[in-house]
């Protein structure tokens, strides 16, 4: 009976990490999209393009798309807004992520760790399984979260690092006689990155008609990056008292490089601190080993 038990929740979670596996790596299906969109929209067309679309957006999508549609009736409303604030935080909206399949990712998550709790406390309940059980329910409850909020941190960073050399260059264009909506159009073009992609998205609202200033506090809101907040505040001041904007420019991009430095100078400061616990407990342990050992070999043989 105990060997059943096992074998089926071994099977369910390989099922349950595979789907899991699938949910994370699956991106939303722009090409076809993009096809079906050139074909007119004709209602002719409608049977063909549905049939014409893979398996996994006729079958399994809908599936998990009322997973997560139940999901989200049984959490609160500011669960989800905070899902959705680290998704936009993370730049993975655009990419199709929605509150929805993060909810399944943690239903999947929190379905593998409750079999994985079964199968471990089936052998006993001593206070090792009692501990490692507990630190499998945390990570199956808190690692999605954690998970986006590390994927946001990096997105931040990377924009962080990357903006005083865009001010760079959209100094330059300014100063050489481009607007500075162009300016930011010829910054975006051949960048890679998050600061880029934000770019282009402040551009294409402009293209729509939205307010420059309005598509840059979006922008800030996306981000939430102080030095990005700190940048369109000057750009609003430059242009509500008639300053010139490639001195601003200068002047931010000045200040944006000194931050800079002053963030590489105090991690460089860090790390005589962190490197002290592997000193100790890594490094200096198999020193002594190797220093010390031929030496108490000798003297346990003289004895």
Not at 218 to 244: C, N, W, Y
Not at 271 to 279: D, E, G, H, R
Request: hydrophobic share 50%.
């Amino acid at each position: 009976m105990d060997l059943l038990v096992v074998i089926f929740g071994a099977a369910l979670v390989i099922g349950a990490v595979g789907v899991l596996v699938w949910v994370l790596t699956a991106e939303r299906d722009l090409d076809q999209a993009q096809a079906n969109l050139g074909r007119g929209g004709m209602l002719a067309d409608s049977r063909q393009i549905a049939l014409s679309a893979s398996a996994k957006t006729r079958i399994l999508d809908p599936f998990f798309t009322s997973i997560g549609n139940r999901a989200k009736g049984f959490t609160s409303a500011g669960m989800g807004d905070r899902v959705q604030r680290k998704l936009d935080l993370a730049g993975l909206y655009e990419k199709g992520w929605t509150v929805e399949r993060v909810l399944v990712i943690r239903f999947l998550s929190l379905a593998i760790g409750v079999v994985l709790i079964v199968l471990l406390l089936s052998g006993g309940t001593g206070r090792q399984s009692l501990g490692l059980a507990a630190l499998i329910a945390a990570l199956a409850y808190l690692g999605p979260e954690a998970w986006l909020d590390r994927k946001a941190g990096e997105r931040q960073g990377l924009i962080e690092k990357q903006l005083p050399d865009v001010i760079d260059q959209l100094t330059v264009s300014v100063e050489a006689g481009l607007g500075f909506d162009a300016a930011m159009a010829r910054s975006a073009e051949g960048r890679t990155g998050p600061l880029a992609d934000e770019l282009a998205r402040v551009l294409q609202d402009l293209q729509v008609g939205v307010d420059r200033q309005v598509a840059l506090d979006r922008m800030v809101e996306r981000t939430d990056v102080p030095d990005l907040k700190a940048f369109v505040v000057a750009i609003r001041q430059s242009t509500r008292h008639g300053l010139p904007i490639a001195r601003v420019l200068k002047v931010q991009s000045q200040e944006l490089r000194e931050k800079r430095r002053a963030r590489v100078e105090e991690k460089a400061a860090q790390l005589p601190v962190k490197i002290v616990f592997p000193l100790v407990f890594c490094i200096l342990p198999s020193l002594f080993v190797i220093i010390l050992g031929p030496a108490g070999i000798n003297i346990m043989d003289s004895f």
